[in-house]
């Protein structure tokens, strides 16, 4: 059984390589090997592993093997993920040697479509568990087998997709398992000025990044009674130019003017590690975005949240914006200092109870780690039996680490 990690970024990696470590820790009958396609991606494999990968997991790392392949992708990596796109032609015979290949992403689909590999069953981890419309379109009605957070993602599967309910399995939220300390994620001087964590999406059609985040980066250089982490979505200013494929979007995120890196109140990362960890998300008094995902984990302890519709959408009743519901919506900056009064004021009596029916929707949390089910779903599809869960409160505990009952 295949586990890959085909990306840019490192972001993907926390959503399924703990169900690789739960197998190869409980399912002796599997080899559980774990392909990565670049150095940042093994990296944060091995980090992750805990001392597994290598020993209980097999590691390999894939390459582009074709002279014509490195060719296209030295031309074309500025602007298109080329590397990512050409690695599966370039090995066949890896992908031809499993039976399952579980993954994070829709990619891969494309060795059934394109390469004919029709005997390899496909498992889905999906990564996240946001509401934009991509994640529910008909390509995900292509997998053999989806794991799923909770109910809101299968309903919507099987609602907008057409996808057999007996393909999907409800597991939880292995990235969960993985929550860090609270105590060890302060990337900001701890003074009593409350933090907001502003997390713009990628997507040009959908981001407030380009219409209006260097606004909310003004906002807060002139008001540093507040401290700003700015960690936008990993793959902002990964390339020079942004592509998006759901709607065909070219747009450049810019650069970071020194008046936003020499400003004291003001914390940027636009990519490193702690971007994927949870770190901010659970550093932050208030969470300012659009439409990344990320708000969801943010709500495992229920804050103040805001967002910014700067493409002035229709959204009240469009699924796609559900979680637009945690917090007051604005479409001018200049609402921003009122906005994130009103959700502090109104938290308790008003965003809260919605946030925490937004998260129940959201992820089926219980107290086997969610890692546990997760596997025992894939072990159940290949045919494979799985022993009874141990007596555990590990999820519990990694609630516990975060202050929510």
């Given at each position: 059984?295949?586990?890959?990690?085909?990306?840019?970024?490192?972001?993907?990696?926390?959503?399924?390589?703990?169900?690789?470590?739960?197998?190869?820790?409980?399912?002796?009958?599997?080899?559980?090997?774990v392909?990565?396609?670049?150095?940042?991606?093994?990296?944060?494999?091995?980090?992750?592993?805990?001392?597994?990968?290598?020993?209980?997991?097999?590691?390999?790392?894939?390459?582009?093997?074709?002279?014509?392949?490195?060719?296209?992708?030295?031309?074309?990596?500025?602007?298109?993920?080329?590397?990512?796109?050409?690695?599966?032609?370039?090995?066949?015979?890896?992908?031809?040697?499993?039976?399952?290949?579980?993954?994070?992403?829709?990619?891969?689909?494309?060795?059934?479509?394109?390469?004919?590999?029709?005997?390899?069953?496909?498992?889905?981890?999906?990564?996240?568990?946001?509401?934009?419309?991509?994640?529910?379109?008909?390509?995900?009605?292509?997998?053999?087998?989806?794991?799923?957070?909770?109910?809101?993602?299968r309903?919507?599967?099987?609602?907008?997709?057409?996808?057999?309910?007996?393909?999907?399995?409800?597991?939880?939220?292995?990235?969960?398992?993985?929550?860090?300390?609270?105590?060890?994620?302060?990337?900001l001087?701890?003074?009593?000025?409350p933090?907001?964590?502003?997390?713009?999406?990628?997507?040009?059609?959908?981001?407030?990044?380009?219409?209006?985040?260097?606004?909310?980066?003004?906002?807060?250089?002139?008001?540093?009674?507040?401290?700003?982490?700015?960690?936008?979505h990993?793959?902002?200013?990964?390339?020079?130019?942004?592509?998006?494929?759901?709607?065909?979007?070219?747009?450049?995120?810019?650069?970071?003017?020194?008046?936003?890196?020499?400003?004291?109140?003001?914390?940027?990362?636009?990519?490193?590690?702690?971007?994927?960890?949870?770190?901010?998300?659970?550093?932050?008094?208030?969470?300012?975005?659009d439409?990344?995902?990320?708000?969801?984990?943010?709500?495992?302890?229920?804050?103040?949240?805001?967002?910014?519709?700067s493409?002035?959408?229709?959204?009240?009743?469009?699924?796609n914006?559900?979680?637009?519901?945690?917090?007051?919506?604005?479409?001018?900056?200049?609402?921003?200092?009122?906005?994130?009064?009103?959700?502090?004021?109104?938290?308790?009596?008003?965003?809260?109870?919605?946030?925490?029916?937004?998260?129940?929707?959201?992820?089926?949390?219980?107290?086997?780690?969610?890692?546990?089910?997760?596997?025992?779903?894939?072990?159940?599809?290949?045919?494979?039996?799985?022993?009874?869960?141990?007596?555990?409160?590990?999820?519990?505990?990694?609630?516990?680490?975060?202050?929510?009952?």
């Amino acid at each position: 059984m295949g586990f890959l990690f085909n990306h840019d970024q490192v972001h993907q990696v926390a959503h399924s390589l703990p169900i690789a470590l739960a197998l190869a820790r409980r399912a002796r009958d599997f080899e559980v090997v774990v392909a990565t396609t670049n150095r940042r991606l093994t990296a944060e494999v091995i980090r992750l592993g805990g001392g597994m990968v290598g020993h209980e997991v097999r590691l390999i790392e894939l390459a582009l093997t074709k002279s014509t392949s490195r060719l296209v992708a030295a031309t074309a990596e500025a602007v298109l993920p080329a590397t990512k796109l050409l690695v599966y032609g370039d090995n066949l015979d890896f992908f031809r040697s499993l039976d399952i290949l579980v993954v994070a992403e829709k990619t891969s689909l494309v060795l059934k479509t394109r390469y004919g590999l029709r005997d390899l069953k496909i498992v889905h981890t999906r990564h996240g568990a946001g509401d934009r419309a991509i994640g529910f379109d008909k390509a995900s009605a292509g997998f053999d087998h989806v794991l799923v957070s909770g109910r809101k993602i299968r309903d919507r599967l099987v609602r907008e997709t057409g996808i057999d309910p007996d393909k999907i399995s409800v597991v939880g939220y292995p990235k969960f398992d993985l929550t860090p300390a609270r105590s060890t994620t302060h990337p900001l001087l701890d003074d009593g000025r409350p933090v907001v964590l502003y997390n713009p999406h990628v997507s040009p059609h959908l981001s407030s990044w380009y219409k209006a985040g260097r606004q909310v980066l003004d906002w807060f250089v002139e008001h540093d009674d507040h401290h700003l982490i700015f960690a936008p979505h990993v793959m902002l200013f990964e390339r020079p130019f942004v592509a998006t494929i759901d709607k065909l979007r070219l747009d450049r995120a810019g650069r970071i003017e020194e008046r936003y890196l020499r400003a004291p109140n003001i914390h940027i990362d636009l990519g490193s590690r702690a971007s994927t960890t949870m770190a901010y998300t659970q550093r932050a008094d208030l969470y300012l975005g659009d439409v990344s995902s990320q708000v969801y984990e943010f709500l495992l302890r229920p804050r103040p949240c805001v967002f910014l519709n700067s493409h002035r959408f229709v959204w009240g009743d469009d699924p796609n914006f559900d979680h637009w519901r945690a917090g007051p919506v604005i479409e001018d900056v200049t609402d921003l200092g009122a906005a994130m009064s009103r959700s502090r004021q109104q938290h308790e009596s008003l965003w809260r109870p919605v946030q925490e029916a937004l998260f129940s929707q959201s992820f089926d949390l219980t107290e086997e780690p969610s890692a546990e089910r997760a596997a025992r779903a894939v072990a159940l599809f290949a045919g494979q039996a799985w022993p009874d869960p141990p007596r555990t409160d590990l999820a519990a505990a990694a609630l516990a680490r975060t202050g929510t009952s």
